[in-house]
């Protein structure tokens, strides 16, 4: 069971135009039959988050409750989040980053919020 588990699994490294990030909020992912929910304190995390990893993102929906994320990946992993009781309506529930900076972002309250890099100077330049 547990070699046909690692053969489902990729090896990745870090490379591409975004970067997803999850933070304040609460969440769930599936991946093999198995899951891991942020609110049960029984589940194992490590498996969960080892099949997820290497997964490419294919789309971003709406959740199954009020202000919650849905994301899918190619090889049947899904992730939920929703905002937490123990953190703030602004708090940031998960951002997008873009390789040259910019980033969007969803709070626990349902806003998108986007920041736009800002050019920066060079040493050389005043």
Same mark, same amino acid.
């Given at each position: 069971m547990r070699v046909?588990?690692?053969l489902k699994r990729r090896r990745v490294f870090v490379?591409?135009?975004?970067?997803?990030?999850?933070?304040? &909020?609460?969440c769930k992912i599936s991946v093999s039959g198995n899951?891991?929910? #942020?609110?049960?304190?029984? #589940?194992?995390?490590?498996? &969960?988050?080892?099949?997820?990893d290497g997964q490419r993102l294919v789309s971003v929906g709406n959740g199954s409750s009020a202000n919650s994320w849905k994301?899918?990946?190619d090889l049947g992993g899904i992730l939920e989040?929703?905002? #937490?009781?123990t953190y703030e309506?602004?708090?940031?529930?998960?951002?997008?980053?873009?390789?040259?900076?910019?980033?969007?972002?969803?709070r626990s309250d349902g806003a998108a919020v986007?920041?736009?890099?800002?050019?920066?100077?060079?040493a050389g330049n005043s």
């Open positions: 046909q588990r690692n490379v591409g135009d975004w970067h997803l990030f999850i933070q304040y &909020c609460d899951s891991l929910d #942020s609110q049960n304190a029984s #589940s194992s995390p490590d498996e &969960c988050l080892l099949d997820l994301f899918q990946f989040v929703w905002p #937490s009781a309506p602004s708090d940031d529930m998960w951002s997008l980053s873009a390789w040259n900076g910019d980033i969007a972002a969803m986007f920041e736009k890099s800002t050019p920066s100077m060079s």
